[in-house]
């Protein structure tokens, strides 16, 4: 599975837009990238995930690069809840394991 | 419906000693994987059971172990316990064998957090 980087921590304002960056150079075509969350002493929780194409649901947006090689995580107004540990995990669709790197600490601040 | 359940919530052990973690995962899932989580680091995979047998583990020795039951609850063993054993042990349950659709099903437990003295 291909190796994520992600800057270790960022901190947002209340109410405005939280973008989360991700670097995944290695990816392969068939590799996607997923969006967890782990907020303190909670087990991780799914965001989204994506191909090539942007994604968005009710928690997120998700940003991929035509060349697939960045991403970005967005949530759109922030509340002090979304404070948490997010994480940029690739894997294929036929994986057998997710990957954690080691996250960026997002805080939310008033 | 009930989320991921695991048990104990915490434990103390001291070295040498064994641990049984327990895990039921949601109603009609069949698949659960484990994981270690170390404080200030993100869960490391161990082990995955679909349909009791293993289909994925990771680096760990052979002192860990795992098994999945009939009802598709799970244990995780860890004999002869180090002090870097130490850990949140995070159990997940999806539907199905994973995939693209599997991720996004992956339900993870609160945890178990084990300390070795």
């Known amino acids: 599975d291909a190796k994520t980087t992600q800057p270790p921590s960022m901190d947002c304002a209340e109410g405005r837009a939280a973008n989360l960056p991700c670097n995944h150079s290695t990816i392969s075509g068939n590799e996607y990238v997923y969006w967890y969350r782990q907020i303190h002493s909670q087990g991780p929780q799914y965001i989204i995930h994506g191909l090539k194409n942007n994604e968005t649901n009710e928690m997120a947006s998700l940003i991929i690069t035509e060349d697939r090689k960045s991403s970005t995580l967005i949530l759109p107004h922030a509340t002090l809840r979304d404070t948490a540990v997010y994480y940029c995990?690739?894997?294929?669709?036929?994986?057998?394991?997710?990957?954690f790197g080691e996250g960026t600490q997002l805080t939310v601040n008033p | 419906d009930a989320g991921v359940t695991q048990s104990p919530t915490h434990l103390i052990k001291t070295r040498g000693q064994h641990v049984t973690l327990r895990c039921s995962p949601i109603?009609?899932?069949?698949?659960v994987s484990w994981y270690q989580q170390v404080l200030g680091q993100g869960p490391q995979f161990i082990f995955q059971y679909y349909e009791k047998e293993e289909r994925g583990r990771g680096n760990f020795p052979d002192r860990f172990s795992a098994r999945q039951f009939p009802n598709y609850s799970s244990e995780l063993n860890v004999n002869a316990l180090l002090l870097g054993d130490s850990a949140l042990y995070l159990c997940?349950?999806?539907?199905?064998?994973?995939?693209?659709?599997?991720?996004?099903?992956?339900?993870f437990g609160p945890g178990t957090r084990l300390t070795v003295l």
């Open positions: 997940a349950s999806s539907l199905d064998r994973w995939g693209g659709r599997g991720l996004k099903e992956q339900f």
């Open positions: 109603s009609g899932h069949k698949s």
């Open positions: 995990i690739v894997m294929e669709t036929s994986g057998s394991r997710l990957t």
